[in-house]
């Protein structure tokens, strides 16, 4: 099945520090990726729509000078957590689209995020 | 109003025994897709199973499957002889093919097989 990659799966900030997350998709090319939010025991929370070679879509309430999303390329998107703060602490997870007409998205592993 | 309900927060299982994990949905789009996912305690998202709105039998892979009942907007999953591994969040989700892209996830329901 489609194979999607999330680097890093577990990562230690400072506060203050910024930290990228990696979302890759390993064999299809994905117009479209999708970044989320879980807290514990919680569903996910949809942050961005990320569509290649074009800005991000944030949801309402979601700061994007905060959580800058780029779409470099048709397997690459990237998600920066800026000037991190403890109450940013969460698992971030990606998805990618292979296309409009797929039947189904494709989850990287989650990165688990701490901030100190 | 909610797309994604799921009401059961909790749910536990005898191994072997089937259970059913209920989800309901909203829309007015005729065209869309249903989805079930299976998240372990790893946090990565499995996908399980899908159905589309205009699909006339319900979906099946292996020991899941789909009661799909599109008067009464319910997508239930049904699993088949619990294992063990088979405990983890379940989570729901619908796309709407005409309004876009996005995915929406129910609030999961958490599976306890007990052996």
């Known amino acids: 099945g489609a194979v999607v990659s999330q680097h890093p799966s577990w990562v230690i900030c400072k506060s203050g520090t910024s930290v990228k997350i990696e979302c890759r998709s390993l064999?299809?090319?994905?117009?479209?990726m999708f970044w989320y939010r879980q807290f514990p025991k919680q569903s996910l929370m949809l942050m961005a729509t990320?569509?290649?070679?074009?800005?991000?879509?944030?949801e309402q309430g979601v700061e994007k000078d905060k959580f800058l999303i780029n779409h470099a390329s048709l397997t690459l998107s990237t998600l920066t957590v800026t000037s991190a703060h403890p109450e940013d602490s969460s698992f971030y997870i990606c998805?990618?689209?292979?296309?409009?007409?797929?039947?189904?998205?494709?989850f990287g592993e989650g990165s688990w995020l701490t901030v100190v | 109003a909610q797309k994604i309900t799921q009401t059961q927060p909790g749910m536990f299982v005898q191994e072997k025994e089937a259970v059913t994990l209920d989800c309901t949905y909203d829309?007015?789009?005729?065209?869309?897709?249903l989805f079930w996912y299976k998240q372990p305690s790893s946090g990565e998202m499995i996908f399980l199973i899908y159905?589309?709105?205009?699909?006339?039998q319900n979906a099946t892979e292996g020991r899941y499957s789909l009661n799909f009942q599109k008067a009464r907007k319910s997508a239930n999953l049904v699993i088949s002889a619990s294992q063990l591994g088979d405990s983890a969040m379940y989570f729901c989700?619908?796309?709407?093919?005409?309004?876009?892209?996005?995915?929406?996830f129910g609030t999961g329901t958490s599976l306890t097989v007990i052996p």
């Open positions: 829309t007015s789009d005729p065209s869309y897709g």
């Open positions: 064999d299809f090319q994905a117009t479209t």
């Open positions: 990320s569509n290649e070679g074009s800005k991000a879509t944030y």
């Open positions: 998805s990618a689209l292979p296309g409009v007409s797929s039947n189904t998205i494709y």
């Open positions: 989700a619908m796309r709407e093919l005409n309004t876009g892209n996005q995915f929406y």
């Open positions: 159905q589309g709105s205009y699909d006339q």
